[in-house]
């Protein structure tokens, strides 16, 4: 051999030997500062804020250990005292693009102790966090538990579950008590910033929640039960594949907000409100009777058979269909924007095929002015075919018209779409200079009603008295008779 051979092959040998040595080393490097550094970058892009790590301890066959972890932002404060999990080092880079289909592939354990989310602002945290997820031949378990406190209230929480893809079996087990949701805002937002306060606007400062299901083949009873300050519910839902039903009736007590309202009452706002705030708890009730839900959320596939909202006593501001009523019915003390008080009927309604239909729904707005509404609104295409119903005690009020039945309905048709209601106002205005000529001219009245029903072609629905700021106890639909009976036969 050659001189020039041997040079040339020691080198190669060299150099082979260096890659190898710095190979073998590379976990020892990515623990070092260097590496720390690396990470941190890493985990700070990808959840937006500042992180640290204490100590790395990586190995090429695991367990990879990372010691006093730690994410800050403005409004959160995550301190972990460390995080174990036990797989190839190789297979650390390849954890960002890991999936709910291939966490499977890991057959790995992964341990956080002591983990604590502490938020300030509010002197609310989340401490003693420990958890522990073991993934095995296709079977993965989780354990967690924790305990919760803020300046009013302390509480915990638990959670067990398991998947198995062979049998196609899961099963989730959450309880938790004073669960402080500015926390879980917080946390919710590092992975979506866009949602702002997404926890606490709807379910208020504390939440009580269990959640237990057991599935097989993606079907199987869901039960859910919430008490936090806005809302209390018990759901007993059976999933079918992509579809949810009710076990029982749904019921629940809301202390509604105006978000909250935003979230659950837009398709089944009659007059549309905006700003609403409960003055007294409102009540949802909602038949099992072919409810669908479907998952995930599609509003042309959503059935509900029955169900009923009672606001009962609200806070609100005037909307477009309110404001209509202040120029139609020249009331000077109201302004829009201004907020009033309402009082309400309880108002059935039912969603099939898109359409939403709701049952002749009574307001009184600020202790005062008595009307009413009904009618469909499309969910395709957001159109409105209501009506809103002037009743004898408001038109006897704003113009003193005399001689009205007492059951006296003025109809009148609310179109367009529910961004933008339209009233035909010269329209109403001719029916009640109609009937004002009526009540001044003796002998009209009745000509004057005659005209109006052809008109209106159809008489307005039957009203559910007594009505509830009349004091004369509350209105109950008779045990042996459909609530939406009459409304059906004033459809037809």
Same mark, same amino acid.
Not at 162 to 177: A, R
Not at 453 to 466: L, M, V, W
């Given at each position: 051999?050659?001189?020039?051979?041997?040079?040339?092959?020691?080198?190669?040998?060299?150099?082979?030997?260096?890659?190898?040595?710095?190979?073998?080393?590379?976990?020892?490097?990515?623990?070092?500062?260097?590496?720390?550094?690396?990470?941190?970058?890493?985990?700070?892009?990808?959840?937006?804020?500042?992180?640290?790590?204490?100590?790395?301890?990586?190995?090429?066959?695991?367990?990879?250990?990372?010691?006093?972890?730690?994410?800050?932002?403005?409004?959160?404060?995550?301190?972990?005292?460390?995080?174990?999990?036990?797989?190839?080092?190789?297979?650390?880079?390849?954890?960002?693009?890991?999936?709910?289909?291939?966490?499977?592939?890991?057959?790995?354990?992964?341990?956080?102790?002591?983990?604590?989310?502490?938020?300030?602002?509010?002197?609310?945290?989340?401490?003693?966090?420990?958890?522990?997820?073991?993934?095995?031949?296709?079977?993965?378990?989780?354990?967690?538990?924790?305990?919760?406190?803020?300046? /009013?209230?302390?509480? &915990?929480?638990? $959670?067990?579950?398991?998947? %198995?893809? =062979?049998?196609? !079996? +899961?099963?989730? #087990?959450?309880?938790?008590?004073?669960?402080?949701?500015?926390?879980?805002?917080?946390?919710?937002?590092?992975?979506?910033?866009?949602? /702002?306060?997404?926890? &606490?606007?709807? $379910?208020?400062?504390?939440? %009580?929640? =269990?959640?237990? !299901? +057991?599935?097989? #083949?993606?079907?199987?009873?869901?039960?859910?039960?919430?008490?936090?300050?806005?809302?209390?519910?018990?759901?007993?839902?059976?999933?079918?594949?992509?579809?949810?039903?009710?076990?029982?009736?749904?019921?629940?007590?809301?202390?509604?907000?105006?978000?909250?309202?935003?979230?659950?009452?837009?398709?089944?706002?009659?007059?549309?409100?905006?700003?609403?705030?409960?003055?007294?708890?409102?009540?949802?009730?909602?038949?099992?009777?072919?409810?669908?839900?479907?998952?995930?959320?599609?509003?042309?596939?959503?059935?509900?058979?029955?169900?009923?909202?009672?606001?009962?006593?609200?806070?609100?501001?005037?909307?477009?269909?309110?404001?209509?009523?202040?120029?139609?019915?020249?009331?000077?003390?109201?302004?829009?924007?201004?907020?009033?008080?309402?009082?309400?009927?309880?108002?059935?309604?039912?969603?099939?095929?898109?359409?939403?239909?709701?049952?002749?729904?009574?307001?009184?707005?600020?202790?005062?002015?008595?009307?009413?509404?009904?009618?469909?609104?499309?969910?395709?295409?957001?159109?409105?075919?209501?009506?809103?119903?002037?009743?004898?005690?408001?038109?006897?009020?704003?113009?003193?018209?005399?001689?009205?039945?007492?059951?006296?309905?003025?109809?009148?048709?609310?179109?367009?779409?529910?961004?933008?209601?339209?009233?035909?106002?010269?329209?109403?205005?001719?029916?009640?200079?109609?009937?004002?000529?009526?009540?001044?001219?003796?002998?009209?009245?009745?000509?004057?009603?005659?005209?109006?029903?052809?008109?209106?072609?159809?008489?307005?629905?039957?009203?559910?008295?007594?009505?509830?700021?009349?004091?004369?106890?509350?209105?109950?639909?008779?045990?042996?008779?459909?609530?939406?009976?009459?409304?059906?036969?004033?459809?037809?």
């Amino acid at each position: 051999m050659s001189r020039n051979k041997k040079i040339a092959l020691i080198s190669s040998s060299v150099v082979l030997l260096l890659l190898i040595i710095c190979t073998l080393l590379l976990p020892t490097f990515y623990s070092s500062n260097y590496g720390r550094v690396f990470f941190e970058k890493k985990l700070s892009k990808k959840l937006n804020v500042y992180s640290t790590i204490e100590h790395l301890s990586l190995s090429w066959f695991g367990p990879q250990i990372a010691e006093d972890i730690q994410f800050r932002n403005h409004d959160l404060s995550i301190n972990v005292k460390s995080v174990t999990i036990d797989i190839p080092f190789w297979k650390i880079f390849k954890l960002d693009h890991i999936t709910q289909k291939t966490i499977f592939n890991l057959d790995t354990t992964f341990k956080l102790k002591d983990g604590m989310f502490v938020l300030p602002s509010r002197s609310a945290k989340i401490a003693d966090c420990n958890a522990e997820l073991k993934i095995e031949n296709n079977q993965a378990f989780l354990t967690a538990r924790g305990i919760t406190s803020d300046v /009013k209230r302390k509480g &915990s929480f638990s $959670l067990r579950g398991n998947k %198995d893809k =062979n049998l196609h !079996t +899961s099963s989730i #087990n959450f309880k938790s008590e004073n669960i402080p949701t500015y926390v879980l805002d917080a946390v919710f937002a590092l992975r979506y910033p866009e949602k /702002k306060a997404f926890f &606490s606007k709807f $379910l208020g400062e504390h939440v %009580d929640l =269990n959640y237990n !299901t +057991s599935q097989r #083949n993606r079907s199987g009873p869901i039960d859910i039960e919430v008490d936090s300050t806005y809302c209390f519910s018990k759901m007993y839902f059976q999933r079918e594949k992509d579809t949810l039903h009710l076990n029982r009736d749904l019921k629940a007590t809301l202390h509604i907000s105006e978000d909250l309202s935003t979230l659950l009452l837009q398709n089944i706002n009659p007059l549309f409100l905006t700003g609403i705030s409960s003055i007294d708890p409102c009540q949802i009730f909602i038949s099992r009777k072919n409810f669908r839900y479907p998952l995930p959320f599609d509003k042309n596939k959503l059935n509900i058979s029955f169900g009923t909202v009672d606001m009962k006593q609200i806070a609100a501001n005037l909307g477009d269909s309110l404001n209509f009523l202040i120029t139609i019915l020249k009331l000077p003390q109201f302004h829009r924007g201004d907020d009033v008080s309402m009082w309400f009927t309880p108002m059935n309604f039912k969603i099939e095929n898109n359409i939403v239909t709701t049952d002749r729904m009574d307001v009184l707005i600020d202790h005062d002015i008595h009307v009413c509404t009904w009618g469909q609104i499309n969910l395709a295409n957001n159109k409105v075919d209501m009506v809103l119903g002037l009743t004898a005690d408001a038109l006897k009020k704003a113009f003193h018209i005399k001689n009205l039945p007492d059951d006296f309905v003025l109809q009148i048709p609310m179109k367009g779409k529910t961004n933008k209601i339209k009233f035909d106002v010269k329209k109403a205005a001719a029916q009640i200079a109609l009937l004002m000529a009526g009540s001044t001219t003796k002998g009209w009245m009745g000509d004057v009603l005659g005209t109006l029903g052809q008109i209106h072609a159809k008489k307005a629905p039957p009203p559910k008295r007594p009505f509830p700021w009349e004091g004369k106890g509350v209105y109950k639909p008779s045990p042996d008779k459909n609530p939406f009976d009459d409304f059906y036969q004033f459809l037809d």
